[in-house]
């Protein structure tokens, strides 16, 4: 408990940021190889990766995920290592095996998966309803894009009821604006 408290308080004194307002026509750009526009008036969440992820309403109502991992680390579940030269076949599978493993005791049904494009190179999109464990179900839109410099993922999740639609047009501008930096 002290422990907790301790580091709670060095990083509130540290000016470390968890949570941030997406300001009007605010840019993200990550230090690690892409950048994309996010909605304003969205909160950012910062939760430690070389990404974020934005809500509007918190994080179990609706949330975008962007992020980039390194080939090694990208699923950690499954512990399958990516390479920059995959077949889009496999990676859409193994983002699957992951999906699945990291939302283990929930119901999962991938609705459709088809190659597409993430920031200007070869990808996959994935949709799939998760059925949590309470009944809620939730649909999920994932595109995903590997190189020699890691694994992109821009997702999409929220409950069927009300959300998935109303937040989808958000979403969809988040994913096109992605762009992977050169080099």
């Known amino acids: 408990m ?3 408290v ?5 990083l ?7 949570w941030s ?8 750009v990550s230090k690690n190889g892409f950048s994309v526009n996010l909605p304003s008036g969205w909160m950012r969440f910062h939760p430690g990766v070389d990404g974020f992820m934005v809500t509007k309403d918190g994080l179990s109502i609706q949330r975008i995920t962007v992020v980039k991992y390194s080939l090694q680390k990208a699923f950690r579940k499954t512990k399958k290592a990516l390479t920059p030269d995959m077949l889009i076949t496999d990676l859409m599978d193994y983002y699957i095996a992951e999906f699945r493993q990291q939302n283990e005791g929930a119901t999962i049904e991938v609705e459709s998966k088809e190659p597409a494009v993430l920031g200007g190179k070869e990808g996959f999109k994935v949709s799939a309803l998760l ?25 999409y999740q929220a409950p069927v009821i009300h959300y ?3 937040d989808l047009s958000a979403f969809e501008k988040v994913k096109k604006s992605f762009q992977i930096s050169q080099g």
Not at 6 to 10: A, I, Q, T
Not at 21 to 28: F, L, R, T, Y
């Open 131 to 155: 059925i949590a464990p309470d009944g809620l179900r939730y649909r999920l839109h994932a595109y995903g894009s590997v190189d020699a410099n890691g694994f992109y993922e821009v997702s």
């Open 164 to 166: 998935f639609e109303r």
């Open 2 to 4: 002290k422990k907790s």
């Open 6 to 10: 301790l580091v709670f308080l060095v």
């Open 21 to 28: 307002q997406v300001k009007p026509g605010s840019e993200a």
């Open 12 to 18: 509130i004194m540290s000016g470390c940021t968890i």
